[in-house]
């Protein structure tokens, strides 16, 4: 049994990718959740004198759950290459860490700027309509952060 | 002195009528924006799953050729299109059908 694990498939070869597999969803899921809590607060206070604003302020909500299936799509991934350490190489388990922590941070990142800009943005779109426009360009570059993250981590897979 | 007393409950009751009618009007006004949020959310959220085993499924089968590694790329790559797709839609919805339904208040 000690002599199928080598120096390229030891025996913690594994660990790796099982650990770049939780950290892409753990990391992506903090993100998503901040920019959640965040924006909900803004909608919350602003749906008190502008409640027919409601289909238009959850916006930032859905975007930062667009953050958390990134990072469960780049998991599911890298679940799927697990294997035992005979079949699954240190190298792959290097390649699937970065990928994970790769689209984890970067959705922790764009999570956080969703939620900051989501609360202001919405706090605003009642007062000034005008702002909406605004608010969803700045969303969407916020959203491209965590989207280059998910690129980088698909590209990362397929090596 | 009945009468005027008559009209005057008539009144009330007009009034109460219409704040009724205008609670009823608001409470539908808000379940339909509750149920076109509701769908478009459920849209967002569960599209690209299934997207991803569809895809998965459907490309196994067809190209059977394909690496294991591309069939899981091809899927991801499908459910995140699939996903901009709706939440494209969704941000439309929002803008133009959202500033209809205020012009109507």
Same mark, same amino acid.
């Given at each position: ?10 025996i913690?070869?594994?660990f ?6 939780? *950290?892409?969803?753990?990391?992506s899921a ?26 238009k302020?959850? =916006?930032?909500?859905?975007m930062a ?6 990072g469960?799509?780049?998991?599911v ?19 699937h860490?970065?990928?994970g922590?790769?689209v ?22 009642a007062?000034?309509p ?9 969303? =969407? ?13 698909? +590209?990362?897979?397929?090596? | ?9 008539s ?5 109460g ?5 205008k609670?009823?009007s608001?409470?539908?006004?808000? +379940?339909?924006?509750f149920?076109?949020v509701?769908?478009y959310? *459920?849209?967002?959220v ?45 941000i439309y919805?929002? +803008?133009?059908?959202?500033?209809? *339904? *205020?012009k109507?208040?």
């Amino acid at each position: 049994m000690s002599t199928s694990t080598s120096a390229d498939n030891p025996i913690y070869g594994p660990f790796f990718g099982v650990m770049g597999a939780a *950290s892409a969803i753990i990391f992506s899921a903090l993100g998503a959740a901040y920019g959640t809590a965040k924006s909900g607060t803004g909608i919350a206070a602003m749906s008190v004198m502008r409640p027919e604003l409601i289909m238009k302020s959850i =916006i930032p909500v859905v975007m930062a759950g667009i953050i958390a299936i990134y990072g469960l799509v780049v998991a599911v991934l890298i679940a799927g290459q697990l294997d035992v350490p005979q079949n699954y190489s240190l190298y792959k388990g290097f390649i699937h860490l970065g990928a994970g922590l790769s689209v984890g941070f970067s959705g922790m990142a764009a999570g956080f700027a969703i939620g900051i800009v989501g609360d202001a943005g919405v706090r605003g779109t009642a007062q000034q309509p005008r702002l909406f426009v605004g608010m969803i360009l700045i969303l =969407i570059f916020a959203e491209v952060l965590g989207l280059y993250g998910l690129i980088v981590a698909i +590209y990362m897979y397929t090596k | 002195m009945s009468n005027k007393s008559k009209k005057a409950t008539s009144g009330a009751t007009d009034g109460g009528q219409q704040k009724l009618a205008k609670q009823r009007s608001h409470d539908y006004q808000d +379940y339909s924006a509750f149920k076109v949020v509701l769908f478009y959310c *459920s849209l967002i959220v569960f599209l690209p799953v299934v997207t991803f085993f569809v895809l998965k499924g459907f490309v196994l089968e067809r190209f059977f050729t394909m690496s294991d590694i591309k069939v899981n790329i091809a899927a991801a790559v499908g459910a995140v299109a699939a996903l901009h797709v709706s939440l494209g839609v969704y941000i439309y919805r929002a +803008y133009f059908g959202g500033s209809k *339904s *205020s012009k109507e208040d």
